[in-house]
């Protein structure tokens, strides 16, 4: 159907979005008839009426999303657009499942409402394939069993799109800083998925010896090398039906890419040691923290096998980009507390606010283990937020060396976010002294080219060479930045 004039129905209780919705869409030219109840809506329907139904989930009388196979069943050819403000991933899985032209989260926008209108009305008619059976049912689960927590816009984009791959067996890659939840994410897209039934199988690329990974992978035979003594399954094998979660593969070295590019075009493998091919029956999800554009121009990752696995990109936020979702994941972690073992806990209007105004360069790992520890160290039940203070303003503990250790798996962005956050707060309404960016610039410059001349025990040629600096910057900034060189007798060739 062309954009054209057509009649909409609308399903909501709540009279101030049907009136919003029916002013929008009248303006447009289009036919408008509201309802407040499941049941009138399914009156018009069953009358044939209706070119397309914008309806709420939770309606007095009954759910909006338990019409929807009834509507496909009377009327195939007929567009939904379901609303609710449950905002969660169990909502989108459910309202994509049950056949939904598309979810949209409350509270919504207008003018995207209206766009995905215009979408569903050009949309050719969905109808029902040959040989389409009952729709498969996500199981129930409350909002505490959820693998993902959040109903920020950000996780509302996310949700959406991991809805749309439920009933495919796409390759996706999902990027993301460590403690974003990476793994929940796959798990999700497994869980929710068609191979629900099948294994879901994991691997950490970066925490597995370089010379291991075939085997890990594809398994071995017995006499393959040394050591080899029995036959070994790999990972693909015992996804088989699956899916198998490849974390951290910006780590793989350059020779197992080669097999996994073969195993992605070939749909086939073979064991180490291996004549016979195997076939791979597994949806692949891929994941890592890292720059693969980057490893790509540097020569450490394969370009071919980037677009073989790039299908489809999913970008997890850090917490700081959805700091909205801060309480809901306290309350979530508190909850789970009594399962570990740990007194039940909860936060008042102050911790919260002092959550919300933490940078988190940990992202979510990071508050669940700020929550196992509060649980653990007090005897409050309530928490405030001189605890939150008190846990997230605690200086950092020292190394031999005298250096700070990183947060679980933080980048150097986050690390020097986190430094220059604590440096601005320090100043409290104040403003530090002019010149911050050079200040800063140095503060960085002198322990990257200190850190350099070390490594190459104090040969200025090969350190100039590592920074990419002419050798007489580089002794002009040693003399700046007033660095000490000490040169090994083993230094110079």
């Known amino acids: 159907m062309s954009q054209q004039a057509a009649s909409i129905l609308i399903a909501d209780d709540d009279r101030a979005i049907r009136t919003v919705l029916g002013h929008a869409l009248t303006r447009l030219g289009h036919s408008v008839r509201s309802t407040g109840t499941a049941a009138g809506l399914w009156r018009w329907i069953e ?237 692949i999800v891929a994941a890592t923290h890292r720059d693969l554009r980057q490893l790509i121009r540097q020569g450490l990752f394969r370009e071919d096998l980037f677009y073989r696995l790039n299908v489809v990109p999913i970008r997890l936020p850090a917490l700081r980009e959805r700091r909205e979702d801060v309480p809901d994941l306290a309350r979530h972690f508190l909850a789970q507390m009594p399962a570990e073992g740990l007194p039940s806990k909860h936060l008042d209007a102050g911790a919260i606010t002092r959550l919300q105004a933490y940078s988190w360069p940990g992202n979510v790992r990071e508050l669940e283990n700020l929550c196992r520890r509060l649980a653990a160290l007090y005897v409050e039940e309530t928490i405030g937020a001189e605890a939150i203070e008190a846990e997230l303003s605690e200086p950092p503990l020292m190394d031999g060396d005298g250096v700070a250790p990183a947060v679980d798996d933080e980048n150097l962005s986050s690390a020097v976010e986190r430094h220059l956050s604590a440096y601005f707060n320090a100043h409290k309404d104040e403003l530090p002294a002019s010149g911050l960016h050079e200040r800063v610039l140095r503060e960085v410059e002198r322990p990257l080219i200190s850190l350099s001349l070390k490594a190459t025990r104090g040969n200025q040629i090969r350190a100039a060479e590592l920074l990419g600096l002419n050798r007489n910057t580089l002794r002009k900034k040693i003399r700046e930045l007033d660095i000490p060189v000490i040169r090994s007798v083993r230094s110079e060739p």
């Open 47 to 283: 009358d044939g009426e209706g070119d397309l139904v914008i309806t709420d989930v939770v309606m007095p009388d009954d759910n909006g999303l338990d019409l929807l196979p009834r509507i496909r069943k009377i009327r195939p050819d007929l567009r939904v657009i379901v609303m609710s403000a449950q905002n969660t991933l169990l909502t989108a899985v459910k309202a994509s499942e049950r056949g939904a032209f598309e979810y949209l989260p409350k509270p919504f926008d207008l003018n995207e409402l209206v766009a995905t209108v215009g979408k569903a009305l050009a949309a050719p008619a969905p109808g029902v394939k040959e040989g389409e059976g009952a729709v498969r049912e996500v199981a129930e689960r409350s909002d505490d069993t959820l693998p993902l927590i959040g109903r920020s816009p950000a996780m509302q984009e996310i949700y959406r799109v991991l809805a749309r791959l439920m009933g495919t067996d796409l390759t996706v890659m999902i990027t993301g800083e460590s403690g974003t939840g990476k793994e929940l994410v796959a798990r999700a897209l497994h869980d929710y998925g068609k191979r629900a039934e099948g294994p879901f199988v994991a691997i950490n690329m970066a925490a597995i010896p370089r010379e291991l990974i075939e085997s890990e992978l594809f398994g071995h035979e017995k006499g393959a090398f040394t050591g080899a003594t029995v036959r070994a399954t790999g990972r693909f094998e015992q996804a088989q039906g699956g899916t198998l979660f490849l974390d951290e593969i910006g780590d793989m070295p350059l020779e197992a890419q080669t097999r996994l590019l073969r195993v992605l075009q070939e749909g086939e493998y073979t064991t180490v040691g291996g004549r016979t091919a195997i076939q791979a029956n597994v949806r």
